[in-house]
Every structure is written in C-alpha cells, then in structure tokens.
C-alpha cells in the first residue's frame, strides 16, 4: 500500500525500489497493491488523458508487472480531482483499457480478496472527498473545485450501508485518501469522523486504510474497533507531525506499508523508503490487536 505518492520525482523512485527489494528479498508474492489516492500530482501540460505518458512513467514502469503482477486498486485524494479537472474519470477510464493492472471500476467499490467459496478479506473502497472534505474552492484563486457532488455522497453512503449489511469475509477493511483520526499535519477530518465512524463500529469494520497526511501511522482510537493506518509516504514530500493524540505509531518518513493476510490475521508493517521495517500490528478477528 502506497499513498500520496503521484509525484514522478525521486522519492517517489526511491520507495518504489524499495517495495521491490522488499519483495524480491522476502520472497512475498504480492496479491496486489492499493493505491491510497493523490495517484497524480501537478496539472499535466500536455492534457491528462488515458494516453498520457505519466501513466507509463509513474504507474506501469515505476510499479512494474514483473514484481506487483497483480492488480492495482485505487482510491480518488483530493488532488486526483483538483490537480487536473476531470481527472477523476481519466483514472477511471484508465481502468477500463485491456490488460492494464489499475482498478477503478467506480468512484467507489467493493470486491472480497481469497479463495471464491472461503474469502479472507472484504474491502469497500470509499471517496473521501465529501464536498465538505475537498469540494471547497481553492483559497488562493477562489476558482471552485472538484469533489464528490451532493448526490454522489448521499448515494456512496446509502452503498456503504447497504454493502456491510451484506454476507462478508471474516474480515473487513476500508480504504479511503482522507484519514478520519490523524496526527499528521492536515489533522482530523471531523465530517468523515461523523459519517463513516458510526457505521464501521455497528459493522465491526477492522481497519481502516489511508493517505493524505504524508506520513506513516497507526492510531487507536479509544474504545474503537477499528484500527487505522496512514500510509501517505508514497512520494510527495513528508511533513511533520503536528497532532498530539496518544497513538501506537506515527513517524515522518517516506515509506510504504505491507499488509499480510491470514485466514486469523491481518498484518500491517509500516516499511521505510530505506527498507527498514518501522511498526507491525497485527489486528484479529475479534478487533483486537498487537503491537510488534
Ligand atoms: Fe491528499
């Protein structure tokens, strides 16, 4: 899991190789990797198209098949709406081309990771970018900017319900850009606190998965649940942390996070771009969890 990485720079390099090493090191076969949103940073000038060369650069050859031959799962940050207009449907599109690794089959979805008849994993995709979250318009030019509309998110949480209402794996976990708990720099995000908190305590949702904040975390939050994790060192540069709350782990550093799937356990490690592995949770069934 990577997030916050669209940059094209050399950090964004850096931890790509070192996803790599982890996985040619550790002999990991990956099953897939979750893009955790602000997939692309900075307007394309040459136009933001399915055929844009950045997809070559900074996704299918920064990312490569040969290592991550599985699929790519994606989630919308803030700046795949605002960076370039309309890029939301492009990465949307995108993943609608033949053999391509990148999935987005809408701005939010669900699919259940394992064997077909015993699935381990369920995991429901969100949009943070609730127009109270994202949709303001920019301070600087005042010009509006893209979010999910009104409708959108009336619809998405009206989908939430009803998906967690269904039959699911024995473990659950959200994905999502915005953090709804952060020490990063950006905060809490109280209007994803107040609509999807509530919900993923009465369907025991066990973790939760994000970006933004560029930083690597996991906060529990008392007498929660769910576990989060923040994976935002994909790329873009780090920034201090500022929040003050009691947690497990959060550290400014450039990274990504490997989570390991068993049919009793689901394993979080926060790796750095150098490689080393920083903090490990391992979350159960019953939503308990440990450290290390
Ligand atoms: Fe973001």
């Given at each position: 899991m990577i997030g916050d990485y669209g940059t094209g720079g050399a950090d964004q390099l850096k931890v790509s190789q070192a996803m790599q090493k982890f996985v040619t090191e550790s002999g990991v076969k990956p099953a897939g990797l979750w893009m955790?949103?602000?997939n692309f940073y900075s307007v394309d000038k040459a136009g933001f198209t399915t055929e844009s060369t950045r997809w070559t650069k900074e996704i299918e050859e920064m990312y490569p098949a040969s290592v991550f031959p599985g699929p790519m799962w994606a989630a919308l940050g803030n700046h795949d709406y605002h960076d370039n207009p309309g890029g939301e449907k492009v990465q949307m599109a995108y993943a609608q081309k033949p053999s391509v690794r990148w999935k987005m089959p809408t701005k939010w979805y669900r699919f259940d990771l394992g064997p077909q008849d015993k699935p381990l994993v369920t995991f429901i995709c969100l949009d943070s970018n609730l127009p109270a979250v994202s949709g303001a318009p920019d301070k600087k030019t005042k010009k509006s900017r893209g979010s999910l509309t009104a409708a959108e998110e009336k619809e998405q949480l009206a989908w939430l319900k009803a998906e967690l209402a269904k039959p699911r794996a024995p473990f659950t976990i959200a994905v999502a850009h915005h953090p709804l708990y952060s020490n990063g720099d950006h905060g809490d995000t109280k209007a994803l606190i107040a609509q999807w908190e509530p919900i993923f305590q009465e369907h025991k949702v066990h973790a939760y998965v994000c970006g933004h904040d560029h930083d690597l975390q996991h906060l529990e939050m008392k007498g929660l649940f769910t576990t989060h994790l923040l994976s935002?060192?994909?790329?873009a540069k780090t920034r201090k942390l500022e929040g003050k709350q009691e947690v497990p782990f959060g550290k400014d550093v450039h990274g990504f996070t490997h989570l390991q799937i068993t049919a009793d356990t689901l394993t979080f490690t926060h790796h750095s771009a150098d490689g080393a592995a920083l903090h490990t949770v391992t979350k159960k069934q019953d939503g308990s969890f440990q450290v290390g």
């Open positions: 955790l949103g602000d935002g060192g994909g790329g």
